[in-house]
């Protein structure tokens, strides 16, 4: 077994999550979202964004606008629905549980005695 393809799968497993966390505070597009992806150590392609943001938007939980760039064309910039919103406070409070459960279980025997 190739721990590569489990660190992928793993990482796949919270994109979603991690790219509506991106989105909560502010729109961006997708050199800004694979950007702050990327600094976070989530090894991310556009070709792997590209499609989620489609299934998202699709899902009702982004939604976006077209805006003027003085460096180029035109750029799509992503931002949260309200169902978005929504989705990613259930999300958050999914992830914190699990996190707990992850880190009961991974934890020591010993240092969870003490």
């Known amino acids: 077994m190739k721990i590569e393809n489990t660190k992928a799968q793993m990482r796949k497993g919270v994109l979603e999550y991690c790219i509506l966390s991106v989105l909560k505070d502010e729109d961006a597009y997708v050199a800004e979202i694979l950007a702050t992806l990327k600094d976070a150590k989530m090894l991310v392609v556009e070709g ?65 005695n003490e």
Do not use: C, M
């Open 48 to 112: 792997t964004i590209y499609p989620l943001l489609t299934r998202l938007k699709n899902a009702g939980l982004l939604d976006y606008r077209w805006e003027e760039s003085t460096s180029g064309p035109p750029r799509k910039y992503y931002n949260l629905t309200e169902k978005g919103q929504l989705f990613l406070t259930e999300l958050t409070t999914t992830w914190n549980e699990l996190k707990h459960a992850v880190n009961l279980v991974t934890t020591t025997k010993q240092s969870r």
